[in-house]
Nanobody, 121 residues
Framework: VQLQASGGGLVQFGGSLRLSCSAS????????MSWHRQAPGRQRELVAT???????NYADSVKGRFAISRDNAKATVYLQMNSLKPEDTAVYYC????????????????WGQGTQVTVSS
C-alpha cells in the first residue's frame, strides 16, 4: 500500500485547510486510516483515526475542530481542519493499516510522505 498526501500550506489563525491522502496498491487490504502530526522538537502524535466502517476517534486537542473522513471507492482519506491555531503547525502524515490475507497473511502500516501545515498568529 502506497500513500500520497497533499493539501498542506500556510494559513492564518482561525483558518481552514483540507488534507487528502490517496492510497494505491492493495487498497482492498486497508483497514484503519489515520492522520498524525509532528511538530519541530516533538514526538509524532496521533491526530485522528477512521475505521473501514467509518468510526472515528480524535485527539483531545483537535476535537470539535478537525474532521476525518474517507472515500473507500477512491481509497482516499481526508482531514478537514477548521479553527486552526499556531499550535497545529506541524508536518502531517497519513497512515493506513492493512491486512493482506493471501498468499501469506501480512499485517502492517504504510505511511505517506508528510505535508507541512503552518498556522500564523
Amino acid at each position: 500500500v502506497q500513500l500520497q498526501a497533499s493539501g498542506g500550506g500556510l494559513v492564518q489563525f482561525g483558518g481552514s485547510l483540507r488534507l487528502s491522502c490517496s492510497a494505491s496498491g492493495s487498497i482492498s487490504a486497508i483497514r484503519d486510516m489515520s492522520w498524525h502530526r509532528q511538530a519541530p522538537g516533538r514526538q509524532r502524535e496521533l491526530v485522528a483515526t477512521i475505521t473501514s466502517g467509518g468510526t472515528t476517534n480524535y485527539a483531545d486537542s483537535v476535537k470539535g475542530r478537525f474532521a476525518i473522513s474517507r472515500d473507500n471507492a477512491k481509497a482516499t482519506v481526508y482531514l478537514q481542519m477548521n479553527s486552526l491555531k499556531p499550535e497545529d503547525t506541524a508536518v502531517y502524515y497519513c497512515s493506513a493499516d492493512y491486512l493482506i490475507v493471501v498468499p501469506t497473511p501480512i499485517a502492517g502500516r504504510s505511511w505517506g510522505q508528510g505535508t507541512q501545515v503552518t498556522v500564523s498568529s
